[in-house]
């Protein structure tokens, strides 16, 4: 969790979408845009909707329901 808390999420795609926003925020400063930077976080503007991470325990459930069992 200290990890999560100090470098950010764990989802790439999450990651990625920063990464791109802060980009275009950037070009539209430069540019005299007064755009906030969660205007350009496409997948992140409805916090209602977004998806919690899953815990360990939770991959370990699936893993385990999955596995297929040989006799």
Same mark, same amino acid.
């Given at each position: 969790? /200290? ?5 950010? +999420? *764990?989802? *790439?795609? /999450?990651? =990625?979408? *920063? ?15 007064? /755009?906030? =930077? ?6 992140? &503007? ?7 991470? /899953?815990?360990?325990?939770?991959? *370990?459930?699936? =893993? &385990? ?5 040989? +006799?």
């Amino acid at each position: 969790m /200290a990890y999560r808390e100090k470098y950010g +999420p *764990l989802s *790439l795609q /999450a990651r =990625l979408e *920063l990464i791109g926003a802060a980009q275009m925020h950037h070009i539209n400063t430069i540019h005299g845009g007064k /755009a906030d =930077l969660s205007e350009f976080m496409l997948f992140s &503007q409805a916090e209602s909707k977004q998806q919690q991470e /899953a815990s360990i325990d939770d991959v *370990l459930v699936m =893993l &385990q329901a999955s596995a297929i069992k040989t +006799p």
